[in-house]
Nanobody
């Protein structure tokens, strides 16, 4: 059974940093593209960053230069280092796994990030 478990969320003041982790099981981690999404109350879920199986990355404009996505295939874990946090970064952050050969995606339960002004 596929399971993605996020951790590392919490409350931080504006300008601070958090490091999110997502531990995956039930998949061949190294061949999956991994991503972080976020969803704020009343808004659609949006892509934050993606790291492909080969290691290349892409970022949304609103986090580029502040956030860094990385992966450790030996630990089946993907990370999101978030620096210079802003109140508008407040959201539930979700981990996503996407095998390029299949249409289905897998999602974690989400972890809350709250940035105070």
């Amino acid at each position: 059974q596929v399971q993605l478990v996020e951790s590392g969320g919490g409350l931080v003041q504006a300008g601070g940093s958090l490091r999110l982790s997502c531990a995956a099981s039930g998949i061949i981690f190294s061949v999956n593209d991994m991503a972080w999404y976020r969803q704020a109350p009343g808004k659609q879920r949006e892509l934050v960053a993606r790291i492909f199986s080969g290691g290349s990355t892409t970022y949304s404009d609103f986090v580029r230069g502040r956030f860094t996505i990385s992966r450790d295939n030996a630990k089946n874990t993907v990370y999101l280092q978030m620096n210079s946090l802003k109140p508008e970064d407040t959201a539930v952050y979700y981990c996503n796994a996407d095998h390029p050969a299949y249409l289905t995606d897998y999602w974690g339960q989400g972890t809350q990030v709250t940035v105070s002004s």
